[in-house]
C-alpha cells in the first residue's frame, strides 16, 4: 500500500510552503491567501492543454508583483522527469498530452504534495464556501492514493447515447427512457433503413462502459464500487447479469448496424454522422474531435443510457469520469502559489472559460450554466447537472488497465457471438481473482 505523506495541515499550510524560518516573515493567513502566497514571487506553471493556462490572469489580477506565465508542452515525461529527479519541479502541471507522466510512480516517490488542504480552503469566489464544496459529488477519488489526494482531476467526461435531434424530430421518435422503449425505438429505425445501433467494435471498452453503467443504474453504486475493489464475485452481480442480457438483445434483434464489429471509433462515429446508424455510446468529446465532419443541421445531442426498467436504483444515473489531472510537486519552489493557482483555476470565471473555449466541461459546479454552447455540450451538462450525486464512477480501468482490457475484449465478443453470457462472467472474474492475488500489482480502495 502507499504510504500517505501529509504535507499540508490546516492553516498552516502556508508556513510549510514557503520555507525556512529564517525567511521574510510570510504574509499573514487569510481566507483571501489561505496558503501565505508571496505577492511577488513567480509561479512556474507547466501545463500540457492551453487551458491549463486560463488562471494565470486571475492571479495576476491579485499577486500583480507575481510572474505567471505558464508554459505549454504536450511531452511533460521527457520534460519534467528529469526536474522532478533533480528537485527543481514546476509549481503547479496539468498533467494530459501524449506522454503524461506516471502519477503512480510520483506517488510511490512521495514527489506529489497531498492537495487535501486545498480542498478545505475557502473558494476563490465565496470565503464561505470552501473549495470541495464547489466540486462536482464523486469527482475527487480518481485523485485518491490510500487517502491521499495527490491529484485532482479537473476535466468532467459524461458518457451517454447520442442521437441526431432533427432525425428524431423528422421521424416523431421520442427518446428512449427505459430499455424496452430503446428496443422498440431500434426497430423503428430498422424499417426506416437505419443501423439502430453503432459502436467501435475495435475498442470494445465503449461497449463495457455501457454495459456497467447499465448495471449501476440497475443495482446502485455498490456494483461498480464492488468492481473497483476487487470484490470477490464482483462480476456475477445479479445486475451485471440483467445489463449483458439486455445488450445481448441488440444483437438478437438484429438491431446493430452492419460492420459495427469491424469499425475504430473514427469509422463508427463517420457511419452515425452520415446517418447510417441512429445511436451511438461515447464521451462528449466526440463533438471536438468530429467537428470537421458534424453537418450543421445535424443538432448532436446525448442522452443518458436508458434503464432496464422504470425504476432504477438511479434513474438520473450517467457515467461521469474525471480527467485531466493537476498536481502541486512536494518539492515545488514555490507550492504555495501552486495550490493558489488551483484555487483560481477551480474559479466559476475561470472554469466557464475553459468550457467556453475548449468545449469541456469541468468539475465545477454550475461552472457552465448560462453559457452559450451548442446543442451536444448543453445536452451533457444538463445531464451532468441533472445527475447530481446519482453520477456513475468507476477507477478499475486506470487502476487496471490491462484487466480493464480484458473485460472489454470479452465484452466485445460477446456482443458479436463469440461468447455465451456466462462465459463472459466466467473469462472476466477468473481475471479479477487472478489481479486480486497478483502481490506484484499495488491495490487500491473506494470507500
Same mark, same amino acid.
Given at each position: ?33 489561505? $496558503?501565505?502566497? /508571496?505577492?511577488?514571487?513567480?509561479? +512556474? ?19 500583480? @508583483? ?9 511531452? !511533460? ?6 526536474? $522532478? ?16 507522466? +506516471? ?17 478545505? @480552503?475557502?473558494? *476563490? ?25 495527490? &491529484? ?15 432525425? $428524431? ?9 427505459? *430499455?424496452? %422503449? ?21 475498442? /470494445?471498452?465503449?461497449?463495457? %462502459? ?7 443504474? #440497475? ?15 464482483? *462480476? ?31 469509422? &463508427? ?11 451511438? /455510446?461515447?464521451?462528449? *468529446?466526440?463533438?471536438? %474531435? ?16 436508458? @434503464?432496464? +426498467? ?50 469541456? !466541461? ?12 451548442? #446543442? ?6 444538463? !445531464? ?21 482490457? #480484458?473485460?472489454?475484449? @470479452?465484452?466485445?465478443? $460477446? ?33
Amino acid at each position: 500500500m502507499l504510504t500517505r505523506r501529509t504535507l499540508l495541515q490546516g492553516v498552516l499550510a502556508g508556513a510549510v510552503l514557503t520555507g525556512c524560518s529564517s525567511d521574510p516573515a510570510p504574509p499573514p493567513v487569510s481566507p483571501d491567501n489561505p $496558503f501565505n502566497v /508571496p505577492a511577488d514571487a513567480a509561479v +512556474d506553471a507547466v501545463v500540457s492543454e492551453e487551458y491549463g493556462g486560463f488562471a494565470a490572469a486571475a492571479y495576476r489580477k491579485k499577486y500583480a @508583483a507575481a510572474a505567471v506565465t505558464p508554459t505549454v508542452n504536450v511531452k !511533460l515525461s521527457d520534460a519534467l522527469l528529469p526536474r $522532478f529527479t533533480g528537485g527543481n519541479p514546476p509549481d503547479v502541471v496539468l498533467n494530459t498530452g501524449d506522454e503524461p507522466l +506516471d502519477i503512480g510512480r510520483l506517488v510511490r516517490d512521495n514527489q506529489l504534495s497531498d492537495l487535501q488542504s486545498l480542498l478545505t @480552503a475557502p473558494s *476563490w469566489d465565496d470565503p464561505n464556501t470552501s473549495v470541495g464544496d464547489t466540486l462536482l459529488p464523486g469527482m475527487l477519488p480518481s485523485g485518491q492514493y490510500d487517502g491521499s489526494q495527490r &491529484s485532482l482531476n479537473y476535466v468532467a467526461t459524461v458518457y451517454g447515447l447520442w442521437y441526431s435531434a432533427n432525425l $428524431f424530430q423528422h421521424n416523431d421518435w421520442d427518446v428512449p427512457r427505459t *430499455w424496452p %422503449e430503446l428496443l422498440a425505438l431500434g426497430t423503428e429505425m430498422k424499417a426506416a433503413g437505419l443501423g439502430p445501433f453503432i459502436y467501435a467494435g475495435a475498442h /470494445p471498452y465503449y461497449l463495457l %462502459e455501457m454495459v456497467l453503467t447499465l448495471a449501476a443504474k #440497475t443495482g446502485g453504486h455498490d456494483v461498480v464500487k464492488r468492481i473497483d475493489n476487487l470484490d470477490d464475485g464482483a *462480476w456475477k452481480d445479479e445486475s451485471l447479469t440483467a445489463a449483458m442480457t439486455a445488450i445481448g438483445e441488440l444483437s438478437k434483434r438484429g438491431l446493430i448496424a452492419t460492420g459495427a464489429a469491424e469499425y475504430d471509433h473514427i469509422g &463508427s462515429q463517420k457511419r452515425f454522422l452520415a446517418l447510417k446508424a441512429g445511436l451511438l /455510446p461515447c464521451g462528449n *468529446w466526440l463533438e471536438n %474531435e468530429m467537428k470537421a465532419l458534424i453537418p450543421p443541421e445535424f443538432a448532436l445531442t446525448m442522452t443518458a443510457v436508458p @434503464a432496464l +426498467d422504470g425504476s432504477p436504483e438511479l434513474a438520473r444515473g450517467l457515467h461521469v469520469a474525471a480527467t485531466a489531472p493537476y498536481l502541486v510537486p512536494a518539492k515545488a519552489k514555490n507550492g504555495a502559489g501552486g495550490f493558489e493557482y488551483l484555487r483560481a483555476t477551480l474559479s466559476k470565471d475561470v472554469a466557464a472559460q475553459v468550457t467556453s473555449e475548449s468545449n469541456q !466541461l469541468t468539475i465545477v459546479r454550475g461552472a457552465a450554466d448560462g453559457l452559450e454552447i451548442g #446543442t451536444a455540450l448543453r445536452s451533457a451538462r444538463d !445531464l451532468l447537472s441533472a445527475a447530481g450525486d446519482q453520477a456513475i464512477t468507476w477507477y478499475f480501468d486506470s487502476w487496471y488497465p490491462e484487466f480493464a482490457t #480484458t473485460a472489454a475484449q @470479452a465484452t466485445g465478443q $460477446f456482443l458479436a457471438g463469440g461468447l455465451q453470457l456466462s462465459e463472459w462472467t466466467a473469462r472476466i472474474q477468473a481475471a479479477a481473482d487472478k489481479l486480486k492475488q497478483d502481490n506484484a500489482v499495488t491495490k487500491y480502495h473506494r470507500d
